[in-house]
């Protein structure tokens, strides 16, 4: 038999199932995003992107946060049209 992906869930299917149950990595995002980790980093650098946080030297972001940056990137789409 052959696995085909591991039990890891996905991130994407998390938020929109419902809020995760713990915080997302850079990781999580660049993959919900579809973009490279480096652009996470750079939209935290720059302060475009959903806001994140440190837990010590670990970066973290809370689904909320990520969810309420969703949800104004949609808004302000739809005003520029």
């Known amino acids: 038999m052959s696995r085909t992906r591991s039990a890891q ?21 660049a993959e919900m995003f579809e973009v490279p980790k480096e652009t996470v980093y750079q939209w935290r650098k720059k302060r475009t992107g959903p806001p994140g946080f440190r837990i010590g030297k670990h970066l973290r972001y809370d689904p909320v946060d990520v969810r309420a940056y969703v949800a104004e990137r949609k808004t302000a789409e739809q005003a520029a049209a």
Not at 14 to 21: E, K, W
Request: glycine letters at 10%; a negative charge.
């Open 9 to 29: 869930p996905d991130p994407r299917a998390s938020l929109r199932g419902g809020l995760p149950d713990r915080y997302l990595t850079p990781d999580d995002i």
